[in-house]
């Protein structure tokens, strides 16, 4: 390696290094202040607990099994949903893209149901699949559909018209089409869908769960802020907002790598 | 005897034998070809035989998307090719060449006319036609080999064997240690081998191209027009070329037609007799210069009738 090649790795590195000093330190303060705050009793520490108290209970409750239960029944419901949500939602967006006349039946229905706040259906979801898992997983199902289909929708409706040429000219069929050109270009938008698709499917967990039922990190919350265990409120918090943030982080990494065949590949 | 065309027909600066050795026979060409081994020169006077590609009074219409209107972009247009020769039409931008070219490459559906590759009646893209893209449009998530394999690989031929068979069209292009590359690292005049390779990979009796190398930079342009000279030397090609450059299309071409303005009908027609092998020398030549003027002269009558002439040579 040249002496500058290295002297920019340095450079870049330290620059990395005081970002992330950066913006841990903004990190430290909050917590800095919140502890002293509760400490110095200038705030109630029964409304606002604090960093240790949150630390320990989060221990407590890592200890005796009670996150872990919950993390798991969120989970569960969150998989299915979203799992279904990836089946049913993938191929109804591509056959909306694709088949013009499908896109003229059925895209004012997807409208309607795209703009109506999911949550306010809980209560028939309630009615219909009872209190169980069934409710949640059609909230999260209804969640996380729509961005999955609107952009794999506009993903087969944006395919590059000379890419189609050539596969034409070369005598590619629709299903050929579909699969060499439609499906590879199409990855993009997936990705973009499944982040969206992620997000709007967590909220809907813990939508589901604070509804009702006796399990999950909603319940968890829930039912900590109902009985004024604010600390235990806070683990939930940062639980659930850990874990979208390493969902959607893992989701934009694999963005980058699918990219990557807009950057050199040697 | 594999190479023995191609030392009849020596050429100094591309080393075509060394190219005909890689290069896979193709079975209709050749066929056709047989007495050119031994007479190479009179070969297309020698050939009898029925045209490769037979058009009859061709005629393409749009149909305007908001009004229903229709307007005419050929109109009658009838054209004869004979195996292993190289034709370009020219004319004005907008005059109609390229519906004609996709027309013959089956992606436009005349109005009415017929057309015939080889005596088989034009009814959509098929595997006896390869077309070339002014845009490369090589697919961005494909390596170049597998760029150049498409055509193949659509045509059902296990990648493998595909692979193997573009072996050959990797060296005849020069894009030898850039098969896993992918298309945006590569320049433009890259871009268009790999475009090139693709339809020669294929094995197509007619080759269609649509201002190849338009959309490059002059020096470029030039030396894809030498490549594409060594190529025609070594593959024979049939090939229906379709350009605004006029010195190009002298250069490449045994036959110019030049296109009226739109709607195109066949204008005059030039017979190129500059010998063969040719290669940007034969720019320098008196018979270069009078064909072109020539040429030039029947486009320059057409635009006159336009408004706004855009065209430049
Ligand atoms: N798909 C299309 N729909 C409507 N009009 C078209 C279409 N393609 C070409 N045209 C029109 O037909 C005429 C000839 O176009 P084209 O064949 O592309 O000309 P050239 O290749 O000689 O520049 C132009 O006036 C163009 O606007
Ligand atoms: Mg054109």
Known sequence: ?266 | MNNGLALERPDPVWEADELAVHWPRAAGERRVDSAAETTPLTVLAAVPSAPLLEVRDLVITYENQNTGELTEAVSHVSLNIQAGEFVTIVGLSGCGKSSFLNAVAGLVKPASGTMKVAGKRIDGPGPDRSVVFQKATLLPWRTVMDNIIYGLELRGVPKPIARERAESCIDLVRLRGFEHFHPHALSGGMQQRVNLARALVTEPQLLLLDEPFAALDAITRETMQNELLSIWNVTRKTVLMVTHQIDEAVLLSDRVIVFSDRPARIGTEFKINLPRPRTQEARYSPAFDYLAKEVFGVIHSSASKREEPEYVI
Request: no cysteine; hydrophobic share 55%; aromatic share 12%.
């Open chain 1, 1 to 266: 390696m040249s002496s500058d090649a290295r002297r920019f790795r340095a450079r870049k590195f330290r620059e990395n290094l005081f970002s992330l000093g950066l913006s841990g330190g903004v990190f430290v303060l909050l917590f800095a202040t919140w502890e002293f705050v509760a400490r110095a009793h200038l705030v109630d520490p029964m409304f606002s607990s604090s960093p240790s108290q949150v630390l320990l209970t989060g221990w407590e409750l890592i200890n005796n099994g009670t996150l872990l239960k919950h993390v798991l029944a969120s989970g569960k419901v969150f998989l299915t949903g979203f799992g279904l949500a990836v089946i049913l939602g993938i191929p109804i967006g591509v056959a909306l893209g694709w088949f013009k006349w499908f896109n003229r039946a059925f895209s004012p229905l997807v409208s309607a149901f795209y703009t109506m706040p999911r949550i306010a259906l809980m209560p028939l979801f309630i009615i219909w699949f009872g209190l169980g898992m069934g409710s949640k997983v059609a909230l999260i199902l209804l969640s996380a559909i729509f961005p999955l289909i609107v952009n794999m929708q506009v993903a087969m409706q944006n395919i590059d018209a000379d890419y189609k040429r050539v596969g034409i000219a070369y005598g590619a069929n629709q299903w050929q089409l579909f699969s060499t050109v439609a499906l590879p270009s199409s990855i993009p938008f997936l990705l973009t869908g499944l982040r969206l698709a992620m997000g709007r499917g967590l909220l809907g967990v813990v939508a589901a769960e604070v509804f009702g039922g006796a399990e999950g990190l909603g319940y968890m919350i829930q039912y900590a802020g109902a009985t004024f265990q604010i600390d235990v409120v806070f683990v939930g918090v940062v639980v659930i907002a850990t874990i979208g943030v390493i969902m959607d982080r893992s989701l934009a990494y694999a963005s980058r790598r699918v990219d990557s065949w807009k950057i050199t590949e040697t």
